[in-house]
């Protein structure tokens, strides 16, 4: 699969803050996860990567173009920021319309095209779009903001927490756009701090903190890179105290605890460790009524790999 953005050693510093540090990675075509808490560096990067700031040092590559030197180039990426600055007297088909424009398309071209891409984000169909946008909901913002940078039909789609301050039902429809960009072959790079909120449409993350990457890859193969780490497995069982006894003495097992719902065990080898627990349910006839890990996601993975 083609790279589409590439980085070597890239960093950015504003004075004598380091907001990126030495971040070498590859994003090939698809949905990919920016993550990090607040102030980890991902709006710098983002910033870097559609060309609205140069690095400090390092090399950075999108779409094949260096992104700060080739406006022609800006076309063939759409960008939603955070933060809101909005023209709040303008309609939402206005504001998408006039992106439209700036685009390259012809007025009615560009009138059809913004009109297509608010009902795309479900805003046409509550005839919001027609409102004044200082009339919206954060939700309302948050779809006003993607559609202008989808409007142009863009290889590139870099969105900036688009899901910060959206009602349950906009993060849905907005998850759901996500998909389907993917699905049709866009690439995606979504940042957030919320990190099971990217879980939800994508396997593919890159994990940076302090301006530092992490970890990249599939929450598998992030996981992978912290097995010295206990990964915990609950189980619910009628005799826990029975199980117990057994799984104590399973090489994979680093410990056992017994729960008012069953038992909480820690392991350092997952796939063995899960392997073993069938196994010894079928031979001690124990049932095992449910098994669930609190540490297979995402939030798990971010706390070991910052620790400390």
Partial sequence: MTAVITTERLSR?????????????????????????NGAGKSTFLRLVVGLMRPTSGALRVLGAVPADEIAWRRR????????????DMTGLEFV???????????GDARRAAAKTLDRVRL?????????????SKGMRQKVKIAQALVHEPELVVL?????GADPVSR?????????LGRAGHTVVVSSHVLHEVERVTQRF????????LAEGTVGEIRALIDKHPHRIELSTPDPRGLAARLVAEPT?????????????????????????????????????RMVSPDNNLDAVFRYLTRG
């Fill in 160 to 164: 900036d927490e688009p899901l910060t």
């Fill in 206 to 213: 890159i994990l940076i903190d302090k301006g530092r990457l």
């Fill in 13 to 37: 510093w504003y004075g004598q803050v380091i907001a990126l540090n030495d971040v070498s990675v590859t994003i090939e075509q698809g949905i990919v996860g920016l993550l990090g808490p």
């Fill in 97 to 107: 319309e006039t992106f439209a424009r700036l685009s390259g398309f012809a007025a």
């Fill in 253 to 289: 097992v680093v410990s056992v605890n017994i729960t008012e719902s069953g038992l909480t065990l820690e392991t350092r080898e997952a796939d063995g460790c899960y392997a073993a627990i069938g196994r010894l349910a079928g031979e001690s006839g124990i049932p095992v009524l």
């Fill in 77 to 88: 990426f759409g960008y939603c920021p955070e933060h809101d600055n909005f023209y709040e």
């Fill in 124 to 136: 046409a169909e509550s005839d919001y779009a027609k409102k004044q946008i200082r009339q919206y």
């Fill in 172 to 180: 849905h429809e907005i998850n759901e756009l996500l998909k389907e």
